[in-house]
């Protein structure tokens, strides 16, 4: 009995002991992996995404002979690049590369680029299934590896809804505007403050921050934050009018759109909502135009974490087909809600002085 | 004492205004103005051919690696490195088959918000076929657009070819009021020309953004920055055999509807259909980049707020 078990016992793990394995690994999009999330790519960009496939010999065998072959899912254009590499292929929807020998712990791996669809209606699911065949110098072996990406929609129809409701917000604040007089409740000393503070948001600290962002490394968003912060809870203070933080964030996008020259026409609506969102909050706690350091600190975290967070989860894929990964652009949201906090603190006192001085 | 107490806050405003409008003068400001237009950085004439390759757009990797597939006996060679957002105390480190070529802090060229041009004369360092260029760096918040080779090849065999390679960095854009930048290849009436290849390398074109490009005002292509050369990058091989005129031709770069948008590389190739003369190949001088430190906005706006806080505070009292 103990015989036939151990017979049995070798037979089940004899083949594993002595088998030569291939292992076989996946990157694409190759980029950063700090930055960018992995397996996902966005459809109707205009270049072909570089992939990464990697073979690895974790055996105690040469292998020989190798020939692997990758299937490209959603019918995506594949281009080889010049690389080390050779013998590398494509057929239609399929790359073949075929290597000669791989030595114990040894690595080896080949490019390829894929141009995601034109257009998707939905987000879609696609795998690259690769298959490799060799030999180890006994018998011929094969393995296989699924690797699986997530294609999301291009702007395309998501693009134009934003859009449309870009333009809708722009239209429904402008019928406010109109509908309540608010226009006509700024004085001219009101609106030359909100242009001047506008100013030095959208020009001068904008340019301060691209300047200076590299001093503080990861935390470089903190000099556009950190002041942003504070010039608004001056200019809630000063102004102290329903629509301040509206029209205030709509004329920082009018400024850059003039002296940078940024291309956000489509957009503005998108951007006034960093506004909206303060004088909604403004009429929350019952017109409190940040005149306690608390209120203060809470609209400002509010409108640096929602802008910041509209950038990474809502312009980056939508205007700019870039996913970032999850961590990297929560941990920006949550820096930029720092820096709302400290500007929030700062612009608290620093309005309390501007005031006392100016009026 | 309440009038001294405004004061004393009057002057600490004033004192953080002073200290924000002095700090950026100070400092070497990070925009860098509209750039360099682009300029024959080498031309000649050689029994031989042209080599333009490389990619491949802005993806944060570090080593930056782009290979090269090269023909023999190189004459002469113009390694390209352009880099996103380039600050004092950055620097690349080139390495050529896994040797080290050199490290580079100040870069060629630099326009805009730190887009830079690293260029290499390395002319010995390839060898024939495969070659692997791989860039090391050292950029806070930025990294290569790409790695870009011309080289000017030497083959017997082949028909004599007459060849510019440009460069420089010139920043077109809404807020520089800079539309256009065109580059002449200059040169003696040409003699029975055949095969005239142009290439370009552009930074930061947009898809649907309309620029436009001409070679001797005849239209090559409409959105031609549109990144699809990787992110942010487009190297473009034109045939312009047909718009060729006998001397002087040339290229021209419309920004069109692009915010920003950089032209680099302009490399224009011409095949002899009988020699014209001794092979040469003459290497023009470099010009120097030219630096802006801080846009006439900026001051403008902050003197303009500095003056209504005055004006406010007088006001009251």
Same mark, same amino acid.
């Given at each position: 009995?103990?015989?036939?078990?151990?017979?049995?016992?070798?037979?089940?793990?004899?083949?594993?002991?002595?088998?030569?394995?291939?292992?076989?690994?996946?990157d694409?999009p190759?980029?950063?992996?700090?930055?960018?999330?992995?397996?996902?790519?966005?459809a109707?960009?205009?270049?072909?995404e570089?992939?990464?496939?990697?073979?690895?010999?974790?055996?105690?065998e040469i292998?020989?002979?190798?020939?692997?072959?990758?299937?490209?899912?959603?019918?995506m254009d594949i281009?080889?690049?010049?690389?080390?590499?050779?013998n590398?292929?494509?057929d239609?929807?399929?790359?073949t590369?075929?290597?000669?020998?791989?030595?114990p712990?040894?690595?080896?791996?080949f490019?390829?680029?894929?141009?995601?669809?034109?257009?998707?209606?939905?987000?879609?699911?696609?795998?690259?299934?690769?298959?490799a065949?060799?030999?180890?110098?006994a018998?011929?072996?094969?393995?296989?590896?699924?690797?699986?990406? $997530?294609? %999301?929609p291009?702007?395309? =129809?998501? /693009?134009?809804? !934003? @859009?449309?409701a870009?333009i809708?917000?722009?239209?429904?604040?402008?019928?406010?505007?109109?509908?309540?007089?608010?226009?006509?409740?700024f004085?001219?000393?009101?609106?030359?403050?909100?242009a001047l503070l506008?100013g030095?948001?959208?020009?001068v600290?904008?340019?301060?921050?691209?300047?200076?962002?590299d001093?503080?490394?990861?935390l470089?968003?903190?000099?556009?934050?950190?002041?942003?912060?504070?010039?608004?809870?001056?200019?809630l203070?000063?102004?102290?009018?329903?629509g301040?933080?509206?029209?205030l964030?709509?004329?920082v $996008?009018? %400024?850059?759109?003039i002296? =940078?020259? /940024?291309?956000? !026409? @489509?957009?503005?609506?998108?951007?006034?909502?960093?506004g909206?969102?303060?004088?909604?909050?403004?009429l929350?706690?019952k017109?409190?135009y940040?005149?306690?350091?608390s209120?203060?600190?809470?609209?400002?975290v509010?409108r640096?974490?929602?802008?910041?967070?509209m950038?990474?989860?809502f312009?980056?894929?939508?205007?700019?087909?870039?996913?970032?990964a999850?961590?990297?652009?929560?941990?920006e949201?949550?820096?930029?809600?720092?820096?709302g906090?400290?500007?929030?603190?700062?612009?608290?006192n620093?309005?309390?002085k501007?005031?006392?001085?100016?009026? | 004492m309440?009038?001294q107490?405004?004061?004393?806050?009057?002057?600490g405003?004033?004192?953080?205004?002073s200290?924000?409008?002095?700090?950026?003068?100070?400092?070497?400001?990070?925009?860098?103005?509209?750039?360099?237009?682009?300029y024959?950085i080498a031309?000649?004439?050689i029994h031989?051919?042209?080599?333009?390759?490389?990619?491949?757009?802005?993806?944060?990797?570090?080593?930056?690696?782009?290979?090269?597939?090269l023909p023999?006996n190189?004459?002469?060679?113009?390694?390209?490195?352009?880099?996103w957002?380039?600050?004092?105390?950055d620097w690349i480190?080139?390495?050529?088959?896994?040797?080290?070529f050199?490290?580079?802090?100040?870069?060629?060229?630099?326009?805009?918000?730190?887009?830079?041009?690293?260029?290499?004369?390395?002319?010995?360092?390839?060898s024939?076929?495969?070659?692997?260029?791989?860039?090391?760096?050292?950029n806070?918040?930025?990294?290569?657009?790409?790695?870009?080779?011309?080289?000017?090849?030497k083959?017997?065999?082949?028909?004599?070819t007459?060849f510019?390679?440009t460069?420089?960095?010139?920043?077109?854009?809404e807020?520089g009021k800079?539309?256009?930048s065109?580059?002449?290849?200059?040169?003696?009436?040409l003699?029975?020309?055949t095969?005239?290849?142009?290439?370009?390398?552009?930074?930061a074109?947009?898809?649907?953004?309309?620029?436009?490009?001409?070679?001797?005002s005849h239209?090559?292509g409409?959105?031609?920055?549109?990144?699809?050369?990787?992110?942010?990058?487009?190297?473009d091989?034109w045939?312009?055999t047909e718009?060729m005129?006998?001397?002087n031709?040339?290229?021209r770069?419309?920004?069109g509807?692009e915010?920003?948008?950089?032209?680099?590389?302009?490399?224009?190739?011409?095949?002899?259909?009988?020699?014209?003369?001794?092979?040469?190949i003459?290497?023009?001088?470099k010009?120097?980049?030219k630096?802006t430190?801080?846009?006439?906005?900026v001051?403008?706006?902050?003197?303009?707020?500095?003056?209504?806080?005055v004006?406010m505070?007088?006001?009251k009292?």
């Amino acid at each position: 009995m103990k015989r036939l078990a151990f017979i049995l016992l070798l037979i089940v793990f004899l083949p594993h002991l002595a088998a030569a394995e291939l292992e076989i690994g996946m990157d694409i999009p190759l980029k950063s992996k700090e930055i960018y999330q992995e397996d996902r790519l966005v459809a109707g960009v205009s270049w072909h995404e570089r992939g990464q496939v990697t073979l690895t010999n974790t055996g105690d065998e040469i292998l020989h002979d190798i020939l692997v072959s990758v299937d490209v899912p959603l019918g995506m254009d594949i281009e080889i690049p010049i690389q080390a590499m050779k013998n590398i292929s494509a057929d239609n929807n399929t790359i073949t590369a075929s290597i000669g020998e791989l030595e114990p712990g040894e690595s080896i791996s080949f490019i390829f680029s894929v141009k995601p669809p034109e257009s998707i209606q939905y987000k879609k699911k696609g795998s690259f299934v690769i298959s490799a065949s060799y030999e180890d110098g006994a018998a011929p072996h094969s393995s296989s590896y699924t690797h699986d990406v $997530e294609v %999301v929609p291009p702007p395309s =129809w998501i /693009t134009y809804a !934003t @859009v449309l409701a870009s333009i809708s917000i722009i239209l429904l604040a402008f019928l406010i505007a109109w509908k309540f007089n608010v226009l006509e409740a700024f004085t001219t000393i009101d609106l030359i403050t909100i242009a001047l503070l506008a100013g030095l948001i959208g020009v001068v600290f904008r340019w301060f921050w691209q300047t200076f962002n590299d001093l503080l490394g990861p935390l470089g968003g903190l000099l556009f934050t950190i002041p942003t912060a504070v010039l608004m809870i001056i200019a809630l203070q000063l102004v102290r009018k329903p629509g301040t933080a509206t029209l205030l964030f709509t004329v920082v $996008e009018l %400024v850059a759109l003039i002296v =940078w020259g /940024t291309n956000i !026409t @489509v957009w503005m609506g998108w951007y006034m909502t960093e506004g909206i969102i303060v004088d909604i909050l403004v009429l929350l706690f019952k017109k409190d135009y940040a005149d306690r350091r608390s209120t203060a600190i809470i609209y400002a975290v509010a409108r640096s974490a929602y802008a910041y967070w509209m950038f990474y989860f809502f312009f980056a894929p939508a205007v700019w087909k870039v996913y970032y990964a999850p961590w990297y652009a929560w941990g920006e949201v949550g820096i930029a809600a720092i820096g709302g906090l400290i500007g929030g603190a700062i612009g608290y006192n620093i309005a309390k002085k501007v005031r006392g001085a100016m009026m | 004492m309440a009038a001294q107490y405004r004061g004393y806050k009057m002057k600490g405003i004033m004192l953080l205004i002073s200290i924000l409008i002095l700090v950026p003068l100070a400092s070497a400001g990070e925009w860098r103005g509209e750039g360099t237009p682009l300029y024959t950085i080498a031309e000649g004439a050689i029994h031989g051919g042209i080599y333009v390759g490389g990619g491949h757009g802005l993806t944060y990797e570090d080593p930056y690696v782009e290979y090269f597939d090269l023909p023999a006996n190189i004459e002469y060679a113009r390694l390209y490195v352009s880099m996103w957002n380039y600050n004092e105390g950055d620097w690349i480190e080139v390495s050529i088959n896994e040797d080290k070529f050199g490290e580079k802090s100040e870069p060629d060229y630099v326009a805009a918000w730190g887009v830079c041009h690293y260029a290499f004369t390395i002319t010995d360092e390839f060898s024939p076929g495969l070659n692997t260029v791989s860039v090391t760096y050292h950029n806070t918040n930025g990294a290569p657009y790409s790695i870009v080779l011309v080289a000017a090849y030497k083959n017997d065999t082949m028909p004599q070819t007459r060849f510019w390679i440009t460069e420089g960095n010139h920043a077109l854009s809404e807020m520089g009021k800079n539309d256009n930048s065109e580059v002449t290849f200059e040169s003696e009436p040409l003699e029975a020309t055949t095969n005239a290849t142009l290439w370009t390398m552009m930074i930061a074109g947009n898809e649907g953004e309309m620029d436009t490009l001409y070679f001797n005002s005849h239209l090559l292509g409409e959105d031609v920055g549109r990144r699809k050369s990787g992110a942010y990058l487009d190297l473009d091989r034109w045939d312009v055999t047909e718009f060729m005129v006998d001397a002087n031709n040339s290229v021209r770069f419309d920004r069109g509807e692009e915010s920003y948008i950089h032209p680099f590389n302009a490399v224009l190739a011409v095949e002899y259909m009988e020699d014209q003369g001794e092979d040469y190949i003459q290497i023009n001088t470099k010009v120097e980049s030219k630096q802006t430190s801080v846009p006439i906005a900026v001051v403008l706006v902050t003197v303009l707020s500095l003056l209504f806080l005055v004006y406010m505070v007088r006001r009251k009292k």
